[in-house]
C-alpha cells in the first residue's frame, strides 16, 4: 500500500504535553489553525520518537506540517489521525525538525509536498457555497 503525505500550514494554537501509553508508545497531539475566511482548528498526533519534534516550537508561531492520513477499525468505530512526521517553522525555514515517515526508509521517504492550501474554498455559481451547515 502506497502511502500519501500532505502539508499543511498554519499557527500553532495549542500543545499537548506527551501522553504515555505503554512502555513502547506515546503520543503528543498538537492543534494548528489554518489561515483564511472560515480558519479551520486541526488535531496532529506525533508518535513515539516523533514526540519531540514539538520541543523546538511554540504557541502562535507559523509552522508548515507535513503528514500522513492514518485510519483504522476499533470495536465498531473508525478512527482517523494525522499523523506528523515533519515541522518547519514558516519564519525561520532553518528552524525544522523532520523523521522518517513511519515505516519509511531514507530511499522511500516520501517528498515533502508544496504548502499550497489543501483545503480550498469553492464558490457556487451564486457566490454561495452548497455545504448544509
Known amino acids: 500500500m502506497a502511502e500519501t503525505s500532505f502539508t499543511v500550514r498554519g499557527t500553532l494554537a495549542v500543545l499537548f504535553d506527551t501522553e504515555?501509553?505503554?512502555?513502547?508508545?506515546?503520543?503528543?497531539?498538537?492543534?494548528?489553525?489554518?489561515?483564511?475566511?472560515?480558519?479551520?482548528?486541526?488535531?496532529?498526533?506525533?508518535?513515539?520518537?516523533?514526540?519531540?519534534?514539538?520541543?523546538?516550537?511554540?504557541?502562535?508561531?507559523?509552522?508548515?506540517?507535513?503528514?500522513?492520513?492514518?485510519?483504522?477499525?476499533?470495536?465498531?468505530?473508525?478512527?482517523?489521525?494525522?499523523?506528523?512526521?515533519?515541522?518547519v517553522s514558516v519564519a525561520n525555514p532553518v528552524q525544522q525538525t523532520k523523521l522518517p515517515a513511519p515505516g519509511a526508509t531514507r530511499a522511500t521517504q516520501p517528498k515533502p509536498q508544496p504548502a499550497n492550501d489543501p483545503f480550498p474554498t469553492y464558490k457556487g455559481a451564486g457566490g454561495e457555497d452548497d455545504l448544509p451547515f
Open 20 to 87: 504515555v501509553k505503554s512502555d513502547k508508545f506515546q503520543t503528543r497531539n498538537f492543534v494548528i489553525e489554518t489561515p483564511g475566511e472560515y480558519p479551520q482548528l486541526i488535531q496532529f498526533q506525533a508518535v513515539n520518537e516523533r514526540c519531540g519534534i514539538l520541543d523546538n516550537f511554540q504557541q502562535g508561531q507559523e509552522i508548515d506540517v507535513s503528514f500522513d492520513l492514518r485510519g483504522r477499525e476499533w470495536n465498531g468505530k473508525y478512527i482517523t489521525n494525522l499523523n506528523a512526521w515533519k515541522i
